[in-house]
Nanobody, 125 residues
Framework: QVQLVESGGGLVRAGGSLKLSCAAS????????MGWFRQGPGKEREFVASITWNGDRTYYADSVRGRFTISRDNAKNTVSLQMSSLKPEDTAVYYC??????????????????WGQGTQVTVSS
């Protein structure tokens, strides 16, 4: 059984930083592209960032590029999202997910089939 467990969310002031982590189990973690998505109040789930199976390529939504950094540690089966210069519009539940096609890259939520329970990030102005 695949489990993805996010942690690290919380309340932070605008301009602050947070680091999210996602611990994976039940899958061959190093074979999968991993992604971070978020869903704000009244909004659809949107792509934030993804990282290829070996970490050699990363992709970001335009809204977070230059402020967020995705990384992974295949030895520990974890993927992280370092968020800096946070803005109120970054407020959302953040989810990590594994790509259903393994090492393929995608920014589309339906291409990811295993999801964590999410962690809340709230940025105050």
């Amino acid at each position: 059984q695949v489990q993805l467990v996010e942690s690290g969310g919380g309340l932070v002031r605008a301009g602050g930083s947070l680091k999210l982590s996602c611990a994976a189990s039940g899958l061959t973690f190093s074979s999968y592209t991993m992604g971070w998505f978020r869903q704000g109040p009244g909004k659809e789930r949107e792509f934030v960032a993804s990282i290829t199976w070996n970490g050699d390529r990363t992709y970001y939504a335009d809204s977070v590029r230059g402020r967020f950094t995705i990384s992974r540690d295949n030895a520990k089966n974890t993927v992280s999202l370092q968020m800096s210069s946070l803005k109120p519009e970054d407020t959302a539940v953040y989810y990590c997910a594994s790509n259903r096609y393994g090492s393929s890259w995608s920014s589309i939520p339906r291409d990811y089939d295993n999801w964590g329970q999410g962690t809340q990030v709230t940025v105050s102005s």
